[in-house]
């Protein structure tokens, strides 16, 4: 019988066959997608990285913003 392997601080039974060949059997069963859907992947991917981007900048106006006016603020005192 196989020895338990230590994980962290949890010992864990080594997997059975059972349960190796169904988690090789849920890897295997999923299909190479098609260009098509590879292409849309990527788009959404780009479009989800653009729309961070101006977020990010939208915010970093915000704040030089805030901060000219803080400043024009403290000179008029």
Request: aromatic residues 0%.
């Amino acid at each position: 019988m196989p020895t338990p392997k230590v994980v962290g601080d949890i010992l864990r039974p080594p997997l059975s066959l059972v349960e190796l060949g169904m988690r090789i059997s849920e890897i295997a069963s999923t299909k190479p997608k098609t260009p098509e859907q590879m292409r849309v992947a990527a788009l959404k991917s780009a479009a989800d990285q653009a729309s961070a981007a101006v977020s990010v900048e939208r915010q970093r106006q915000r704040l030089s913003k805030a901060r000219r006016d803080m400043a024009r603020l403290n000179q008029s005192k």
